[in-house]
């Protein structure tokens, strides 16, 4: 990338960035949260092209890029979706068959020679690129994302939407290309199958761009860093541990600069202000007024970003809170063996077990989203719900102002701003289309859309998913000093440790 600038509407995001990947390099993409990442992916994959500046890459390079929101044909089945990888081999297959075929019927015995000929390197081809370990490798892949083995004979539109986004993933790691951008790859897998992928990714020869806020997994798997700051991209040449001791070093250094250029500025103008007027001094006051007309300033250091998430009680709900007896759940068939639990006042629980095992399927029969099978679901009267789903569709055309404002129609304009910037989204992202922010942002616009539904009960279905550090580490504070009851979702062993008091693991039969 040289000289590339972007930007939506008003807000540039980059301003004359520079970058540059190495065959082989493994690069981990930060910054903020709407500071670009997802952006800059797309940009390198030609899905938006520049405002200014060219992207370039070596000729004949495959790009695979990691879209968890792609759409997926419902009605095709996992296996033959996943073959879809090796569609040049199958095709080559076929041309060999042909070939075979064709020599069989051939009378003319050079001919037939000739075609016998092609059809041996052709099986030699497939030999080479593995072709007779297809199977092998899907079922390496599927199981180290943690998919069930049978999943391979089930519809897509089956699936849940973390068994979705791991098809998409592990589609893309079969396909073995050149360059991957890969943006949160980590969301939806639990702590043994990120630790698969971090292998996998260190052994990977090939080059790939990954975004995370996963910061063990980027410990892992990166050997440079790739930081948005600023408007333009710094590139460490390191790992993530070296990015952050040298980021502190240059915000330190840089701190002091400005500090130093400051205080030298004030004593400028101070000398100006006293010696324009002087006949013996004018010069030499207009000389340095020019000076510092010409002085490159050091920009104000920035200060992180700071969060207020909260989640404050109307009432409280009486002692006992949720009673279930021999719940079944799924939507055709049980997906776990049936459920007996007890929720009481100041809970707070987290819901575990393997992915696709139903976790989120609970949540929404619980909240009345899903019916259930079979089985008893008893909420106290005393209770009053608040809900974060894990996916969430807004009102086409809707802005994070107007989503607060029609959600609390009774604050003010100055009431629904403020209450935007204490979760980190401000006056020029409120007005935005909420379409348009990165995931991170619309997360933190619906915890905003709860704070003030003073609910006793919060139900949160992977609320991590998106956030930067420091929202995470609000959100997680927020959450500790929750005085309601709290049921929660988590693929995140340390979040979720640090709030919860005990968690309910589901199996299969």
């Not at 990691?66 to 996992?78: G, K, T, W």
């Not at 070939?99 to 497939?126: M, N, P, W, Y």
């Not at 490798?137 to 049978?150: E, Q």
């Not at 608040?386 to 100055?414: C, W």
């Amino acid at each position: 990338m040289n000289g590339v600038s972007f930007g939506y509407a008003d807000e540039t995001l980059y301003r004359d960035a520079e970058v540059r990947l190495f065959e082989g390099e493994h690069a981990a993409l930060v910054g903020e949260n709407g500071s670009g990442k997802t952006t800059l992916l797309k940009l390198l994959n030609r899905e938006i092209k520049p405002d200014a500046g060219d992207i370039t890459w070596v000729n004949h390079k495959r790009i695979g890029y990691l879209d968890q929101y792609a759409s997926l044909p419902d009605h095709r089945r996992v296996g033959d979706y996943m073959q879809e990888a090796f569609a040049a081999l199958f095709a080559l297959e076929r041309d060999m068959e042909t070939l075979f075929e064709r020599a069989s019927v051939e009378k003319a015995i050079d001919k037939q020679t000739r075609l016998l000929t092609r059809a041996g390197r052709f099986s030699d081809q497939l030999v080479e690129r593995g072709f007779y370990a297809i199977k092998s490798k899907i079922s390496d892949i599927t199981n180290g994302l943690g998919l069930p083995a049978d999943v391979l004979d089930k519809p897509i539109g089956h699936l849940s939407g973390g068994m979705r986004a791991k098809i998409i993933l592990g589609k893309l790691l079969l396909e073995e290309a050149d360059v991957l951008l890969l943006d949160e790859p980590t969301n939806f897998l639990d702590v043994k199958h990120i630790e698969w992928l971090s292998r996998f990714l260190r052994d990977y020869p090939k080059a790939y761009i990954v975004i995370s806020h996963h910061e063990s997994f980027l410990r892992s798997v990166a050997t440079t860093v790739f930081a948005i700051e600023g408007k333009r991209i710094t590139r460490y040449k390191g790992d993530y541990d070296f990015y952050l001791a040298e980021r502190a070093l240059r915000r330190h250094q840089h701190a002091k600069n400005f500090a130093a250029q400051q205080k030298f500025i004030k004593r400028t103008e101070e000398f100006i202000q006293k010696n324009i007027t002087r006949a013996k001094t004018s010069k030499r006051a207009q000389s340095r007024r020019k000076m510092l007309a010409k002085m490159d300033r050091i920009t104000t250091p920035k200060k992180d970003r700071q969060y207020r998430f909260a989640f404050p009680l109307a009432s409280s709900s009486g002692r006992d809170v949720l009673t279930v007896n021999n719940l079944e759940i799924g939507y055709d068939d049980p997906l776990v063996e049936p459920i007996d639990m007890a929720l009481f006042k100041e809970d707070k629980v987290v819901i575990t077990g393997k992915n696709g095992i139903g976790k989120s399927t609970l949540i929404k029969t619980l909240v009345g989203d899903i019916a259930k099978l079979s089985g008893d679901i008893a909420w106290s009267d005393t209770v009053r719900i608040a809900y974060f789903a894990q996916e969430q569709m807004m009102p086409a055309g809707s802005t994070p102002f107007s989503l607060v404002h029609d959600t609390y129609p009774r604050f003010t304009k100055n009431h629904v701003l403020t209450l935007l910037a204490t979760h980190g989204i401000d006056a020029d992202m409120a007005t935005r289309p909420y379409a348009s922010l990165s995931g991170g942002e619309q997360t933190k616009v619906r915890l905003a859309l709860l704070r003030h539904q003073k609910a006793n009960v919060l139900i949160m279905d992977e609320p991590t998913n998106h956030l930067d550090k420091a929202a995470k580490d609000a959100l997680e504070e927020a959450l500790i000093a929750y005085r309601g009851t709290l049921v929660l979702v988590s693929h995140e062993k340390p979040f979720y440790e640090a709030v919860c008091d005990y968690e309910i693991t589901l199996y299969t039969d």
